[in-house]
């Protein structure tokens, strides 16, 4: 069982949608959990950083982190086509120094005008 | 403007060639990464440095080098040994010491034929 699962997509919705991405892992160590986002040929930047579980909102984006279930969604409102991009989860026990980040595979999403 | 550089976006290159990656930052963080992506892939890394003149291996570092002369710096080193060197290539840096996220570049983009 790999550390990190991400469902790889693509996805498609049409502009206006919510939009919900998720990641499962198996570490229960892991206590900082990262969404990144990632235009085409381009660096990934960080879109949200979460510590444990709970949720945390940023405009139109809110990350999830579930815990118990190991389940962490990032969850986008209103989507918009400026949104298409591949999104990445990342997570760590430690905050991600030392070189411990565990990312998943990236999800493709676009979004329709 | 405080920000991480990489040059060259593109780069081409023959097989057998070594070839250096140039990675820059100016944003005074004490650790330093490189990633290798590869289509649908996560984000693995490959080496990673947490001070001047030191450096550790991560998950992938045969066929690599890197040197940390100045913090500000990080070069790689894609030698002759990595068998697959094809790949988008990512350099990040994070502070040290505290919960910090990563902060990437734009990436480039390695081909040997």
């Known amino acids: 069982q790999k550390e990190v699962e991400q469902d790889p997509g693509p996805l498609s919705v049409p502009e206006g949608a919510i939009v919900s991405l998720n990641c499962t892992y198996s570490?229960?160590?892991?206590?900082?959990f990262m969404w990144y986002r990632q235009y085409s040929r381009k660096g990934p930047e960080l879109l949200m950083y979460?510590?444990?579980?709970g949720n945390k909102e940023d405009g139109r984006f809110t990350a999830q982190v579930d815990k118990s279930s190991k389940y962490i969604s990032l969850f986008i409102r209103d989507s918009q086509p400026s949104d298409s991009a591949t999104y990445l989860c990342?997570?760590?026990?430690?905050?991600?120094?030392?070189?411990?980040?565990?990312f998943g595979k990236g999800t493709k999403l676009s979004v329709k005008p | 403007d405080g920000g991480i550089t990489q040059s060259p976006k593109y780069l081409f290159r023959k097989e057998g060639q070594n070839v250096t990656l140039s990675c820059e930052q100016n944003?005074?963080?004490?650790?330093m990464y490189w990633y290798r992506q590869d289509p649908g892939q996560g984000l693995r890394l490959i080496y990673y440095?947490?001070?001047?003149?030191?450096?550790q291996k991560g998950d992938i570092a045969e066929g690599y080098s890197v040197s940390r002369e100045k913090k500000e710096s990080f070069p790689l080193t894609v030698t002759s040994a990595q068998k697959n060197p094809t790949a988008f290539y990512h350099c990040?840096?994070?502070?040290?010491?505290?919960?910090?996220?990563?902060?990437f570049g734009n990436g480039t983009r390695l081909t040997v034929t």
């Open positions: 440095s947490q001070i001047v003149n030191d450096f």
């Open positions: 990040a840096c994070s502070m040290e010491g505290v919960v910090s996220p990563l902060h």
């Open positions: 944003l005074n963080h004490d650790a």
């Open positions: 570490n229960s160590a892991f206590q900082y």
């Open positions: 990342a997570m760590s026990d430690n905050g991600g120094s030392q070189g411990n980040l565990i």
């Open positions: 979460t510590y444990s579980s």
